[in-house]
T-cell receptor, first 107, second 116 residues
């Protein structure tokens, strides 16, 4: 059951550009996680957001949890080719993942 | 940190054969393991949840007789794709978590299954 819709589904940008990925749901989550996955590997946890309105920063990545805890966003500043991958959000308990955003950063 | 080992990483076999994929937790006891299926550039789709010593819980639309899951010990779960056909070709990923569900699950590196 895909309860989490991500947008955009695909994103191709030039190195140095900024981007935002969205994760939306009609359900309220006690927490939400973001993962990045590279081809042929398992997903790697980037961050967990717990409190409504919370903002967390991880170097050039900024994660925000919506006030109502139904949505989240991931903003990448000055994207680099190493940011290329599939970005996934997951709700509390992480059984179900969002629909995914495939990011390609072109050098 | 916690490590989950998945084996094999890549398997190619003929249509009609059965394939077994292993998922092992190397440094913790995995009371629950999850099996996911993933198509290229798409998200992970949960197939089933297995708890040690009990029958797996399958997601709607997943054939339990097709995808046999065994979780006989606290460190090992197996997924057997029975009588595999080309449409079963996919990337299969397992994850494991211990009894503390406040901790995130740990993922294996996946198995690329190609059925000829």
């Amino acid at each position: 059951t895909q309860l989490l819709e991500q947008s955009p589904q695909f994103l191709s940008i030039q190195e140095g550009e900024n981007l935002t990925v969205y994760c939306n749901s009609s359900s309220v989550f006690s927490s939400l996680q973001w993962y990045r996955q590279e081809p042929g590997e398992g997903p790697v946890l980037l961050v967990t957001v717990v409190t409504g309105g919370e903002v967390k920063k991880l170097k050039r990545l900024t994660f925000q949890f919506g006030d109502a805890r139904k949505d989240s966003s991931l903003h990448i500043t000055a994207a680099q080719p190493g940011d290329t991958g599939l970005y996934l959000c997951a709700g509390a308990r992480q059984f179900y993942f969002g629909t995914g955003t495939s990011l390609t950063v072109i050098p | 940190g916690a490590v989950v080992s998945q084996h094999p990483s890549w398997v190619i076999c003929k249509s009609g054969t059965s394939v077994k994929i292993e998922c092992r937790s190397l440094d913790f006891q995995a009371t629950t393991m999850f099996w996911y299926r993933q198509f290229p550039k798409q998200s992970l789709m949960l197939m089933a949840t297995s708890n040690e010593g009990s029958k797996a819980t399958y997601e709607q639309g997943v054939e339990k007789d097709k995808f046999l899951i065994n979780h006989a010990s606290l460190t090992l779960s197996t997924l057997t794709v029975t009588s595999a056909h080309p449409e079963d070709s996919s990337f299969y990923i397992c994850s494991a978590r211990d009894k503390n569900w406040n901790q995130p699950q740990h993922f294996g590196d996946g198995t690329r299954l190609s059925i000829l």
